[in-house]
């Protein structure tokens, strides 16, 4: 069975200082690969995803980037932290490219950032 | 603008007491509406997909129905961890290969023994 991992579950950083966050899955091939954010009240905001590796696609433009050296490792970073950076951050995969684009997303359990 | 909302905001309701949440959309040619339930400081798990109109998923206590412009989480004689935070999702034709889902903001469920 397929499986996601994310890291770490919590963060507190100073404002300035670098971020990096990571997520693997397990047991499955080629998945899509997803960051997203949720702050209260604003829903889940998708942030980056990708199809493959060194492919990602960027859909807010902000402070964060993402990459994938891996097929199945994702990772979110920041050069420097901002206040509004603050949020929790989930890591998605779905079913890769040559199935239905509608097949459901699978999330890790998350990561909760404060930035202070 | 393609849209999702979710009613009720809150919801509590006495074990064992049945109800519906909804989700109402308006997306350009519907692709799949999504539930998930997600649980306090956890990522959303998946519960179902729903692709037409008048098709119906059911697992436990509960029952998610579609119809052309809402879809409906029945809950049924519900349980204490039933409690969550209810999303639901859909996926349009201008979602495009990015897969960008509109998400609801959520019903939160709370059920007391």
């Known amino acids: 069975s397929q499986t996601i991992h994310q890291w770490p579950a919590t963060l507190v950083q100073p404002v300035g200082s670098p971020l990096s966050l990571e997520c693997t899955v397990e047991?499955?091939?080629?998945?899509?690969l997803y960051w997203y954010r949720q702050a209260a009240g604003r829903g889940l905001q998708l942030l980056f995803y990708?199809?493959?590796?060194?492919?990602i696609s960027s859909e807010v433009p902000q402070n964060l980037s993402a990459s994938r050296p891996q097929d199945r490792q994702f990772i979110l970073s920041s050069k420097k932290l901002l206040l509004s950076d603050s949020g929790f951050y989930l890591c998605?995969?779905?079913?890769?490219?040559?199935?239905?684009?509608?097949?459901?997303?699978?999330f890790g359990n998350g990561t909760r950032l404060t930035v202070t | 603008e393609d849209q999702v909302t979710q009613s009720p905001e809150a919801l509590r309701l006495q074990e064992g007491e049945s109800s519906s949440l909804n989700c109402s959309y308006t997306?350009?040619?519907?692709?799949?509406l999504f539930w998930y339930r997600q649980d306090p400081g956890k990522g959303p798990e998946f519960l179902f997909t729903?692709?037409?109109?008048?098709e119906e998923k059911e697992k436990e206590r509960l029952k998610a129905t579609l119809t052309k412009k809402e879809s409906f989480l029945h809950i049924t004689a519900p349980k204490p961890e039933d409690s969550a935070t209810y999303l639901c999702?859909?996926?349009?034709?201008?979602?495009?290969?990015?897969?960008?889902?509109?998400w609801g903001l959520g019903t939160s469920l709370a059920v007391n023994p």
């Open positions: 999702a859909a996926a349009s034709d201008n979602a495009g290969n990015n897969r960008k889902l509109i």
């Open positions: 729903l692709y037409s109109a008048g």
């Open positions: 990708s199809v493959g590796i060194g492919q």
């Open positions: 998605a995969w779905s079913v890769g490219r040559r199935s239905s684009y509608n097949s459901p997303l699978h």
């Open positions: 997306v350009s040619g519907l692709r799949g």
């Open positions: 047991g499955t091939s080629n998945p899509n």
